[in-house]
């Protein structure tokens, strides 16, 4: 708390937080080595995506609530097969997708087409996102 004090004029200034577990740098490893310079993009995501998603199911045990997850283009480097097992995954759990890809959109959610910065529709119907999505381009 002392250290959050002390720099808060830099955060400030600088227009971010400086200091906090966020700051941290975790290093993962692929048999030994960096997983930064050895895996894929698509390797390393699902790394990054595994912990977060054991830190909600830690949270979910420990404290009996079931976190929300924040996806965003959560699948733009994981193949199919990975993408299904994710929705599947969070299935019991309110998540919030971004994509850009109307293939990952599943039947029951609730879709907001936003371009621009500004939201041109939005659809409960999965039926119509491919109409939706032809509109706006």
């Known amino acids: 708390k002392e250290k959050l004090t002390s720099i808060r004029a830099m955060d400030i200034k600088s ?3 400086n200091f906090g577990p966020h700051r941290d740098d975790l290093l993962l490893l692929l ?5 930064k310079n050895t895996a894929s993009q698509g390797e ?3 790394m990054i995506l595994s912990l977060k998603l054991a830190e909600g199911e830690y949270i979910r045990g420990k404290f009996n609530e079931t ?3 924040l996806m965003d283009d959560v699948f733009s480097e994981l193949d199919a097969h990975k993408s299904r097992a994710l929705i599947g995954f969070l299935g019991g759990a309110q998540t919030i ?7 990952f959109v599943t039947p029951e959610a609730r879709v907001i087409i ?5 939201i041109i529709s939005s659809q409960n119907e999965s039926t119509e996102i491919r109409e939706l999505v ?4």
């Open 31 to 35: 048999d030994n080595w960096d997983a």
């Open 134 to 137: 032809a509109e706006t381009n």
């Open 97 to 103: 997708y971004t994509v850009t890809d109307e293939r």
């Open 114 to 118: 936003v371009k621009e910065g500004a």
């Open 15 to 17: 227009g971010h937080t």
């Open 67 to 69: 976190p929300v997850y």
């Open 44 to 46: 390393f995501r699902l």
